[in-house]
């Protein structure tokens, strides 16, 4: 059965290539939605269904997964920040503190099956002054990812530890993708 990763992101289908999958990629037109009064895991796995019902429609012999992964902290959603302004903002927010990461999946099935399912992650952060911030921005491009960091690009500068799953901050909480196609 073919499998499609509904997705512009080279860390999905990073993760997704190191799980052993065989599948192909097409990017999303779907827009993203971030409405803070709609609950965190709701908001994510939305997204993911709009993303990968974008897809499916013009591939309905294939299984198409669509994937969204937000910051939360204090009741509000980070995506993508817009310049590297609101990048530095974002991470003078998350310093010091303990954030949510939730990445919400959804795979649309031949003949118009739909599973949604979502994994969070606890992320705490060390104390980061400009100065940090600005050495961290040396060393990863924090413009497309969410929240303005890559926990995989020099994550150690950023992160003193986390509570739940690695690949699920990257962008993909690939156990139970596999899970969901049947393959774990
Ligand atoms: C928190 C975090 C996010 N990210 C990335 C994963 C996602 O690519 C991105 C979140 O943005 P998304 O909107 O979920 O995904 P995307 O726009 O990159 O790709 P697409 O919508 O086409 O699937 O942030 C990391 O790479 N590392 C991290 O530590």
Not at 82 to 92: H, I
Request: charged share 30%.
């Amino acid at each position: 059965m073919k499998v499609i990763l509904a997705s512009s992101s080279p860390r999905r289908r990073e993760l997704l290539s190191e799980a052993g999958l065989d599948f192909e990629v097409v990017a999303s037109p779907a827009e993203e939605i971030h409405d803070a009064s709609i609950p965190l895991a709701e908001l994510c796995e939305k997204n993911a269904e709009l993303k990968a019902a974008a897809v499916a429609v013009d591939c309905r012999e294939a299984i198409v997964i669509g994937a969204d992964t937000l910051v939360w902290i204090d009741g509000d959603p980070l995506g993508k920040p817009k310049d590297m302004e609101e990048a530095r903002a974002m991470l003078r927010r998350l310093s010091g503190r303990i954030h949510t990461v939730c990445t919400g999946v959804c795979v649309v099935f031949p003949g118009g099956e739909v599973r949604r399912f979502h994994d969070l992650t606890q992320v705490h952060f060390r104390v980061l002054d400009d100065e940090a911030i600005a050495a961290y921005f040396r060393e990863a491009n924090p413009l497309d990812k969410a929240g303005a960091y890559g926990i995989q690009e020099s994550g150690d500068l950023i992160v003193r530890g986390i509570e739940g799953n690695f690949d699920n901050v990257m962008g993909l909480p690939v156990a139970k993708v596999l899970e969901a196609l049947g393959i774990r």
